[in-house]
């Protein structure tokens, strides 16, 4: 009868391609259990969205039924995210929150909550546990995306959060209503930043998107003063104005400990729906070019796609509506490197030899 050594001895030609190591020393290799012929274990990753565990579970069924003995070779693939440990660690954690995650923007007009919404359904369809806070105070428009009308509520101790798609949400939106103005000053903007992070009931989150107002404001401050932030996603559209205000963008988050988790280029280029023909409205190329200037991950490309902008205002957004799509697809591809780039983070202080995702 093959051996539990012999098993794992075989297993370590499986590797993690961007931990950079096997799976066996990654203590990935869970519940192994042998009976007579039959092997069976768990592959616990690190992130529900990993791109290539299909490929690592068919490697890893093949290195073991190749074992002299094994008839058959049955395995679960399932992950347990870790928190980023690239924040800053004197920041008392959110309770019940593994990581937190900045999006934001050198300028307004960009589609970064567009992209903030459609990151975090695209995280949830892949398996994680995800809420967004609407940070963006003065033009709070995560509800309107996300087709939710509601008021907060209490369970009695702490603010209950509402939920579509999966996808748990504070909002602005939900204290003053969609039309009111907020005409607040730093001080009153700092304590409700720290409303949503304390006061808030979150359980079990795996990742926190924070939707950030556009610019270098009062709102980057305090998340950066109040919680300890996994890191930061940018986004850019290709034309050289919007990348200069990026790379601004991208320096401030570095000033305020919020390393920068990737870029993402918006409205890339445009996709005629009735030809396909693709056109560089914007230019081409300036949010790649950016994130190699600034040796940041470059995420991906979200082309400008007629049904995103529909998806957006009527609260059904792409990734929900139409998740077979290019643009849906762009969404997911962006979601899977922006979850490794965490997976990274999250063993930056081990002893692991670590590879850039590319």
């Excluded at 009868?1 to 030609?13: G, N, Q, T, W």
């Excluded at 309770?95 to 970064?112: D, E, H, R, S």
């Excluded at 509520?153 to 969609?178: H, R």
């Excluded at 940018?234 to 570095?254: E, F, G, K, L, W």
Aim: hydrophobic share 45%; net charge neutral.
């Amino acid at each position: 009868m093959v051996s539990e050594a012999a098993v794992l001895d075989a297993l370590k030609a499986v590797r993690d391609p961007d931990l950079n190591r096997d799976i066996v020393s990654l203590k990935f290799i869970k519940n192994l259990r042998i009976e007579g012929g039959r092997i069976s274990f768990a592959i616990e990753l690190t992130t529900p969205a990993c791109p290539m565990k299909d490929k690592m579970k068919e490697q890893a069924r093949a290195v073991v039924a190749a074992l002299s003995g094994v008839a058959a070779v049955d395995i679960e693939m399932t992950a347990q995210v870790r928190a980023a440990v690239t924040g800053d660690l004197s920041k008392a954690p959110v309770p019940g929150v593994k990581n937190i995650i900045a999006v934001g923007a050198g300028k307004g007009g960009v589609g970064k909550t567009t992209v903030a919404v459609n990151l975090a359904i695209a995280l949830s369809q892949c398996g994680g546990r995800v809420a967004i806070i609407d940070g963006d105070i003065y033009g709070p428009n995560v509800p309107l995306m996300l087709g939710i009308q509601t008021q907060l509520t209490t369970d009695g101790s702490k603010i209950v959060p509402a939920e579509q798609y999966g996808i748990k949400l504070v909002s602005m939106a939900f204290l003053t209503g969609d039309d009111a103005p907020v005409i607040w000053r730093g001080p009153m903007l700092h304590g409700v930043i720290q409303q949503f992070f304390r006061e808030v009931r979150w359980e079990n989150i795996d990742y926190l998107i924070v939707d950030m107002p556009p610019g270098t404001g009062d709102i980057a401050l305090s998340l950066s003063q109040t919680v300890p932030v996994s890191g930061s996603v940018v986004v850019t559209t290709p034309q050289i104005v919007s990348v200069a205000d990026t790379r601004r963008a991208v320096r401030m988050y570095q000033k305020l400990n919020v390393p920068p988790l990737g870029l993402i280029e918006n409205m890339s280029h445009f996709v005629c729906t009735e030809c396909r023909h693709e056109s560089d409205i914007f230019g081409k190329g300036g949010g790649e070019a950016l994130a190699e200037e600034m040796s940041i991950p470059f995420l991906g490309r979200i082309p400008i796609y007629e049904p995103i902008r529909i998806g957006g205002d009527t609260g059904v957004p792409i990734a929900v509506g139409d998740p077979a799509s290019p643009a849906a697809e762009a969404f997911r591809m962006a979601a899977e490197r922006l979850a490794a780039q965490l997976s990274i983070a999250s063993y930056k202080k081990s002893a692991i030899p670590l590879m850039p995702v590319r």
